[in-house]
């Protein structure tokens, strides 16, 4: 064997000295992150904001907004929100949602980008010791990123056995079935009508006595009943 | 609904004809109309100041967002459609089976689905936000969208909602046209409407025709409406919504809170009209053995929705259920089994409850337990993320709630306006029955009572 040897090999710190200092050190370290804030000082914070593009399949492209102090240091655990001015909404706002900053003072939120690019106003509210902010900025996405065309990007939605969409077949379809079921109603209304006024001199009334009929006090009693309420 | 003084202080006349009761509405609108009036004109007035808020400001003025964006409206749209969906299917099948009990309630329910579905087919527009976009579904349309095919099936069902609301009218239009109490403008307005119905014999026969047919058609196409609209949810690839539950579930849920609306209106002109004698309590009784077998079979529904969730148990299914049953969403959901399934069947099984009265409390349990369900399958699934991130909260705003109350006032306001125009009670239906009844009962009369036996 006189392959390449590894650095651990090189050096003098024997290699199972250091998994259990990983294994002894490394969480203690990481709860006492979790455990303090960054920043908690009174200070005038900054709010940046930035397209943050996936290149794994399955994972989610991000908007991200960094949170920091006026000196940089970043504001953990403050809520920040995402807004959008969607064209879908004829040019109003629509949130794209909230995230929480986290140990690096930044926030995330998954996106689709639809179009070339996004109006974004990321918002953060303030807090007791830190003033509100608010960015306004133009994201532009990256061509590839940007999903775009009427079919969702899993590909779903029905197709016929040619895998063609049934977006084909389907107008013909439904308006089929509606158009028989609108022709039977308008012919059956608009024939009873017909009808009936055609009808409107043939043959004898035959109401018993139409809308003349009494009614029951007893309200148990049928509605045919003969007499009139009682006092 | 209507809360009117009564035409007459004392009891009613024993001489009160059918025809008298029936436009009671029609010609006594009393102090206490017009203070309902005005308060359901308000609340009104209140739904368009928000929706014309929203118009102006965007639907950022809701409490959606990027990950909730079906709510408030999506809920009202399933709710208000369903209660619709039950007055049409109340007035098809009494009708199909002959109940002869169906004669006083048909107008009412057919009223009320009318009015429900026209205020529950606003709900989309609403939500789409701007309302010019309707002109899109029509000139592009995208067939691949159930959104569509709601469309379609909710524009059918109105066309026959109508027709089943309608035909019915031109026999009573006629009937009541040369009514002594009616107006010169509403005598002709009847006059007009009746297309010369005389009640001849063939008039009468062309008009059960068409009703059958009608009535038959109603059926299945409610079933296809409320269907449809549950494709919206179950086509979704996402946990809580994409289950094959999703059609029945969606069609028993509407019949069954559209039943309890036809309870209310009708308990109320009941009351209100003192309509007694003509919309017996036998009425509330059948109505509320309906309810009950609703509740179990819709109880059934929902316990078999969460059984397959959580006997599978994915992860993203199980975080939607315990969210729904044991965390955040859990108080809405036990008050809708609570208030939705086991308080209206109480009331209906203990006889003493078994009035009127304490029915139509039942049916306001299952109008606004119904309500927070269909609100428990729209938000709580979106909450939850799909690709990563946090999980959403969703709190309605005041202007969705403005719409969503003026919206409701809406269907009462339309109900009073139609009942303000024309019979509350079904004339010519009544008549049919009591004509069958007596027919029926000279057809059985024992053999001693005639002639022939006597000599």
């Known amino acids: 064997m006189t392959g390449a040897i590894s650095p651990l090999h090189r050096s003098h710190v024997p290699l199972g000295l250091l998994v259990v200092a990983s294994v002894l050190v490394l969480p203690v370290v990481a709860s006492a992150q979790e455990a303090s804030p960054a920043v908690t000082t009174d200070d005038v914070t900054s709010l940046t904001v930035e397209f943050v593009p996936s290149t794994v399949k399955g994972v989610p492209h991000y908007l991200a907004a960094r949170l920091s102090t006026s000196d940089g240091s970043a504001v953990a ?45 990321v918002s953060f509210a303030g807090s007791e010791s830190l003033e509100p902010r608010t960015v306004e900025q133009r994201v532009v996405f990256p061509p590839e990123t940007v999903v775009t065309g009427a079919r969702p990007p899993h590909g779903g939605g029905l197709v016929d056995p040619h895998l063609r969409p049934l977006a084909e077949v389907m107008p013909g379809v439904i308006g089929s079935a509606a158009l028989i079921v609108w022709a039977v109603l308008v012919f059956v209304a608009l024939g009873t009508l017909w009808r009936v006024r055609r009808d409107r001199d043939r043959g004898f009334p035959t109401s018993p006595g139409v809308g003349t009929g009494a009614g029951s006090s007893d309200g148990d009693a049928a509605v045919s009943g003969a007499q009139g309420p009682q006092p | ?105 048909v107008r009412i329910a057919e009223t009320t689905a009318l009015a429900t579905l026209l205020v529950g087919a606003l709900f989309p527009v609403i939500h789409l936000g701007h309302p010019e976009r309707v002109w899109e579904f029509f000139v592009t349309p995208q067939f691949n969208s159930p959104i569509v095919w709601d469309l379609v099936a909710i524009a059918t069902y109105l066309l026959a909602t109508v027709v089943l609301f309608g035909l019915p009218l031109v026999a009573d239009m006629g009937t009541l046209s040369a009514h002594p109490a009616l107006g010169p403008r509403r005598r002709r307005l009847y006059h007009v409407l009746s297309f010369g119905w005389r009640g001849s014999h063939a008039q009468r026969r062309h008009l059960e025709n068409a009703l059958t047919v009608v009535a038959i058609l109603i059926v299945p196409l409610a079933i296809v409406v409320h269907t449809v609209l549950s494709y919206a949810f179950s086509l979704t690839s996402r946990p809580g919504w994409h ?51 609703l509740a179990i079979a819709y109880g059934y529904a929902t316990f078999t929705e969460l059984t397959t969730e959580g006997y599978v148990s994915e992860v993203a299914d199980a975080a939607v259920l315990y969210t729904l049953v044991l965390e955040r969403y859990a108080a809405l959901f036990w008050g809708f089994v609570l208030f939705g399934l086991i308080v209206p069947v109480v009331i209906v099984v203990i006889p003493r409850t078994r009035t009127p009265g304490w029915i139509a409390f039942a049916s306001i349990c299952v109008i606004g337990a119904m309500y927070v369900k269909r609100f428990l399958i729209t938000v709580p699934p979106l909450t939850r993320p799909l690709i990563g991130g946090e999980t959403a909260t969703y709190t309605p705003t005041l202007v969705e709630l403005g719409v969503v109350t003026g919206a409701a006032a809406g269907i009462g306001l339309i109900v009073m306006v139609v009942f303000r125009l024309f019979p509350v009670l079904a004339v010519y239906e009544i008549e049919e029955i009591e004509a069958q009844e007596r027919a029926e009962a000279t057809r059985i009369a024992p053999p001693a009572a005639s002639p022939q036996a006597r000599a």
């Open chain 2, 243 to 293: 289950s094959t539950i999703f059609g029945p579930y969606f069609v028993i849920g509407a019949i069954y809170s559209g039943v309890a609306v036809v309870v209310l209106a009708t308990v109320l002109y009941r009351r209100a009209y003192h309509l007694e004698g003509w919309i017996p309590a036998k009425v509330f009784r059948n109505l509320g053995y309906v309810m009950v077998a």
């Open chain 1, 77 to 121: 655990g403050e809520q920040v929100r995402f807004v959008r001015v969607a064209d879908i909404f004829g040019g109003r706002k629509v949130e794209l949602g909230r995230a929480t900053t986290d140990n690096g003072g930044v926030a995330r939120v998954a996106i689709v980008p639809r179009e070339p690019d996004y109006d974004v106003t």
């Open chain 2, 1 to 105: 609904m209507a809360a009117t003084e009564p035409p007459t202080t004392g009891p009613q006349a024993p001489s009160e004809t059918l025809a008298d009761a029936a436009l009671r509405p029609v010609l006594h609108a009393g102090r206490r109309w017009w203070l309902v009036f005005g308060a359901l004109v308000a609340l009104v007035l209140i739904g368009v100041a928000a929706y014309a808020t929203q118009l102006v400001h965007g639907l950022g003025v809701t409490g959606k967002n990027d990950q909730v964006f079906w709510a408030l409206y999506t809920t009202s749209l399933v709710a208000f459609i369903g209660f619709s969906y039950g007055g049409a299917l109340v007035s098809a099948i009494l009708r199909l089976t002959g109940a002869t009990w169906r004669g006083s309630v």
